[in-house]
């Protein structure tokens, strides 16, 4: 096997030109899509590595994991941004806003305002993404389109959070046609939000795509995609 940061190396390289290229398709700038790095499946040490190869924008599905990761050792001083992109329980809100960048996974409004209520308290504004389910899938998590539009008007009252986009998962059947009917409706429920949405607020960002399906995310219009089993295959 190649040494650990070769083969990350290698994998970042590939991931970044397959973005590239979904990028060139749909006639837009590679730079303007973000690659989350989900380093779930992995230790510190091959987080570290793929820090050290470029990727500084992690993601963390879980909360436990996040915090470990943010205090371990190898981490320690990389310029990481990290980011929530699974679930999030109420309790542990708290620990995890003064770490993750950004929330991507903001499924309930009970969540959200719960969100609010911590980092007003904390002295922080967290960045959040609010998760919709465009698949149908009914163990997904996620907003509908209709509670979406009922929240909209409600979004500028909260004082500590700002919230800058949508997030969607594809439909595990389907493959990469289904996701990208999966992905264009959420474009199209944005510009709809976008359309009625009051001052201020412009929900810019849209978090799609995933290894399997990260280029059909990108010619929709996804401003980020959580890469993770990508970056880490020929990984021992």
Known sequence: MPPLADTVRRNLESVESRIAGAATKAG?????????????????????????AGCSV??????????????APELAGKPIEWRLIGHLQRNKIDRTLPIAREIQSVDSERLLRAIDAS????????RVLLEANCSGDAEKHGFSSEELKRLLPELPMLKSVEVCGLMTMAAREGGPTVARQNFAALRELRDTLRAEAPPGLTLDELSMGMSGDFEEAILEGATSVRVGSALWSRIE
Not at 119 to 126: P, V
């Open 28 to 52: 837009r700038d590679p730079s303007d899509i973000t690659l989350v790095g989900v380093a779930k499946y992995v230790d510190a040490a091959a987080t570290a590595a793929l820090v050290e």
């Open 58 to 71: 992690i993601g963390e599905s879980r909360p436990q994991q996040l915090w470990s990761k943010a205090e």
């Open 119 to 126: 980092a007003a308290k904390q002295g922080l504004t967290a």
